[in-house]
């Protein structure tokens, strides 16, 4: 079936690097989306990836591996900013319709 | 800048109550869908359409049901509201398929009292 799975919250300090993990379970994967959520507002986009590999979008960086069912979100030179909730959410297939962890709240800590 | 606009930022309506939620888009988009959102439960999807007049079950439709006269537009009615359905609803919309990710509307915090 399908499933995915995020660390419920994570702490980290201003400054410093955090690494926020995603495993999932599906069939037929055709691609995998990182959102940002700050408390009380909509999610919005931070990346995507399809094939295995590195993506880098300025202090953000998001890496999958297909094989292993693994994703993973790579945040540098934390900011107190970077507070909030981390989605992960997979497609399957040609499925409009995206498959969503219950995301990672993070805390960052001057 | 493009847009998915929610009709209502916060909401409170009494119980049995018909209750219409509104979503536009001004980005053309094929697809729209209708999510809840709760504590430790992440997103959950209502409903989606991928063309107009078309609408799709999600994981959770009992309760509510939609709207895609327009393109443009996609509502979500609860028929009867009851005091579970308090809750964060998101809408949100993307174009085809593939690599196209979800705009988000800015969301509605609905209470049913």
């Known amino acids: 079936g399908q499933n995915i799975d995020q660390p419920t919250e994570m702490t980290a300090t201003e400054g410093a690097i955090v690494q926020i993990n995603c495993t999932y379970q599906t069939s037929g994967f055709n691609g995998l989306f990182w959102y940002q959520q700050h408390a009380g507002e909509a999610p919005t986009f931070l990346s995507y990836?399809?094939l295995d590999g590195l993506e880098e979008k300025g202090r953000f960086s998001s890496f999958l591996s297909r094989s292993k069912g693994y994703s993973y979100l790579l945040l540098k030179e934390l900011q107190m900013k970077d507070s909030a909730s981390y989605l992960c959410a997979v497609r399957e297939g040609n499925n409009y319709q995206l498959i969503w962890g219950a995301g990672t709240k993070l805390i960052i800590k001057p | 800048d493009v847009k998915v606009t929610q009709s209502s930022r916060y909401l409170v309506k009494r119980t049995g109550e018909k209750v219409f939620l509104e979503c536009v888009q001004d980005m053309d988009h094929e697809n729209m869908f209708w999510y809840r959102q709760d504590p430790g439960l992440g997103l959950r999807l209502i409903y989606f359409?991928?063309?107009?007049?078309?609408?799709e079950k999600g994981d959770i439709p009992e309760g509510y049901s939609v709207s895609r006269e327009k393109k443009e537009r996609f509502s979500l009615i609860l028929e009867s509201a009851s005091t579970n359905q308090t809750s964060m609803y998101l809408c949100?919309?993307?174009?085809?398929?593939?690599?196209?990710?979800?705009?988000f509307g800015s969301g509605t915090r609905l209470t049913v009292v």
């Open positions: 949100a919309s993307s174009a085809g398929q593939g690599g196209y990710g979800y705009t």
């Open positions: 359409s991928y063309d107009v007049k078309m609408k």
């Open positions: 990836n399809v």
